[in-house]
């Protein structure tokens, strides 16, 4: 229908075009019943539909149209009526002087995260108050999202909106909405739920804040495909809100955030009381502090106590090391054993006169050592043949008595030749020499 052509309905006049799409065209018009400016929606029928198949499309306009009529809320805007004309349908909405956050994006580029926030808290708002009347919107989308002057958003457009209970496929095979907004459920086929306009929320703060939509690709089918079975791009612009908007795009209907659960956190960000979640953002790992307190003081505690294990350790085997070698008897020989000294071909030095025995040599170079009453050694028994040097005995306890000399022979008693050169200790134990026979006098001879 064109500009010229003038009246809608008896009294809605057509002022100018104020937008357009897929299912129809948006005019400013002017109620000259109530003296008001309105927007009137034209809504187109597919082309492919026959007769039959227009009628129910009609009649289905006017059911959903009545739908969100009983929808009364600041962030909606308002369906005042609903008619018939030039056969298709009408819809007469609140005209609300703004530009659509599409615009906006385009224009301007991606919003801030607090921005976006802010028109994400109104629109839930929005949304539930169209639940709680028992209308779900089933086409929430960046160009459906009114920005007025004051920065109000308003969702608009509930042309396509239905009750919880209808199925979203039409008998002639029609899925209704924007395919890149659709949620999963809706894209397979499913019934529409709260949750799937929950879903519709969180692809277009997505675009509000990134610039761009996370499932549209060349094709219709293809961004049906990426709906269904592909995750979002990485958020590189969200920060703090990109958990969230991460929450509303799950999947599974029943694993996305919560109305609540959503517009408290998109409070606390629009505020600023929301902390900046480090899985979303691109920055190296920072580097990780020392530890303070007792944790700090732990290592020292370690090497103290490891310090302290071995010196108790080497102290314990000095120790018995010492006791051991205390304990132990001298090296040198005990008293009532003899020790063999090597033998030399000067003459052997007699003991002392402070030793408790001595040693007497024998005819045949064998020595008998002739022990005191306190050895225990038997008398008598022979030693190894050769000079004997001072025998060393160890300590007694009693006290060391001086024996009296006396004279061993050998075993066989049988005196044996003296070897030339060889002197015999005297009775006091000192070497001497053999006394010279006195000579006779010449003349007695």
């Given at each position: ?111 801030s995260p607090a921005e ?51 199925a979203p496929v039409t ?69 703090a809100l990109a958990p ?202």
């Amino acid at each position: 229908m064109s500009e010229s052509a003038g009246l809608v309905g008896g009294r809605y006049r057509l002022v100018k075009t104020i937008g357009s799409g897929g299912m129809g065209t948006v005019w400013q018009a002017h109620d000259e019943v109530l003296g008001r400016d309105v927007a009137l929606k034209e809504i187109h029928p597919p082309h492919e539909l026959n007769g039959p198949e227009r009628d129910e499309f009609t009649i289905r306009t006017f059911r959903e149209a009545r739908a969100a009529g009983r929808v009364a809320h600041p962030g909606v805007a308002a369906v005042y009526d609903v008619l018939e004309e030039h056969g298709h349908p009408w819809i007469v909405m609140q005209l609300i002087p703004s530009r659509t956050l599409g615009e906006l994006v385009r224009d301007q580029g991606p919003l801030s995260p607090a921005e976006t926030a802010a028109i994400g808290v109104q629109l839930l708002e929005a949304l539930r108050a169209a639940h709680a009347a028992g209308v779900l919107h089933r086409d929430v989308k960046p160009d459906n999202v009114l920005l007025t002057d004051s920065g109000r958003a308003v969702l608009t457009d509930f042309g396509i909106a239905t009750t919880e209970d209808e199925a979203p496929v039409t008998r002639t095979g029609i899925l209704v909405g924007t395919p890149a907004f659709m949620a999963p459920e809706r894209a397979a086929g499913g019934r529409a739920h709260a949750a799937s306009d929950l879903w519709s929320v969180g692809v277009t703060l997505y675009v509000a804040v990134e610039g761009r939509s996370p499932f549209q690709r060349p094709h219709a089918l293809a961004t049906l495909g990426a709906v269904m079975h592909s995750e979002p791009d990485p958020m590189a612009r969200a920060g703090a809100l990109a958990p969230v908007v991460l929450g509303l795009l799950r999947k599974n209907p029943a694993e996305r955030l919560s109305l609540d659960e959503a517009e408290r956190r998109l409070h606390a960000i629009m505020t600023g009381t929301a902390p900046e979640p480090t899985a979303s953002l691109d920055v190296p790992p920072p580097v990780p502090a020392r530890p303070a307190g007792p944790n700090r003081r732990m290592p020292l505690a370690v090497l103290a106590a490891g310090a302290i294990v071995v010196a108790l350790t080497t102290g314990g085997m000095a120790w018995l090391s010492h006791r051991d070698s205390g304990a132990r008897p001298p090296a040198s020989t005990p008293a009532g054993s003899p020790t063999a000294m090597p033998s030399s071909s000067g003459p052997t030095p007699a003991p002392t006169d402070a030793s408790p025995e001595r040693t007497v040599t024998t005819p045949g170079d064998r020595r008998v050592r002739n022990a005191g009453p306190s050895s225990g050694s038997p008398e008598g028994r022979p030693e190894s043949s050769g000079p004997r040097q001072k025998t060393t005995r160890g300590p007694s306890r009693e006290p060391t008595r001086k024996p009296a000399p006396t004279t061993s022979k050998s075993d066989d008693d049988k005196p044996a030749s003296r070897t030339p050169g060889q002197v015999e200790p005297s009775d006091n134990g000192r070497k001497g020499k053999k006394p010279k026979k006195p000579k006779k006098d010449k003349k007695d001879g």
